[in-house]
């Protein structure tokens, strides 16, 4: 099961898919900017799977939605 983890030890506590160095933030940023597929970014690494990919693109998005100003 995918799972965004965060550990003040690595990646200086910033979200990461469990049991890898691969940060949520690098996942996200390749599908949205360099307009990658899911599929091809667990190609490139290979040490995740799609489900990976998608949870932290997930991640992410919900993150960017809770820091979103409200609105008078």
Request: charge should be negative; aromatic fraction near 6%.
């Amino acid at each position: 099961m995918a799972s965004i983890v965060k550990t003040e030890d690595t990646l200086h506590g910033k979200p990461r898919v469990e049991g890898t160095r691969i940060g949520a933030k690098t996942l996200y940023d390749l599908y949205t900017v360099r307009d990658m597929s899911f599929e091809e970014i667990a190609e490139q690494y290979q040490k995740i799977s799609v489900k990976d990919v998608e949870a932290a693109v997930e991640y992410i998005n919900k993150r960017k939605g809770d820091e979103a100003p409200a609105i008078a």
